[in-house]
């Protein structure tokens, strides 16, 4: 008997806090008026993306075998020093033979080895 007691004021009192959970104040939904419709413009076409350098493009990559000392020194971390031993050092079976052969460092190399090729004739 107890637990029937129970159980029916377990219900009433779940079924009071739901009532009074539904009842609670709702925050009110922003309420925004319709924009009117102007008519469509037409959309400009967006600017297009600023070119790269020629040496840095990869269609476009220096030749070491035959780049001036000015193309050379126009890359990264190669001064006139280094252009003039990359001219010394040729030609180039392969680009990596810079490093290989103690005409860059490690880092300098590591830099410049998307933008150079070694051609051959």
Known sequence: MRHILRLCLFAVLSTFAVSALAQAPQ???PTAKPA???PAK???PAPEPAKEPAATKPAELL???SATKEELDALPGIGEAR???IIKGR???GKDELY???ILP?????KIKDKIIAKQK
């Open 27 to 29: 925050p009110a939904a």
């Open 36 to 38: 009117k419709s102007a």
């Open 42 to 44: 037409p959309v400009a």
């Open 63 to 65: 030749d070491i075998n």
């Open 83 to 85: 252009s003039v031993a």
């Open 91 to 93: 030609p180039y079976k």
């Open 100 to 102: 290989q052969k103690n």
């Open 106 to 110: 490690k880092g300098v190399y590591e």
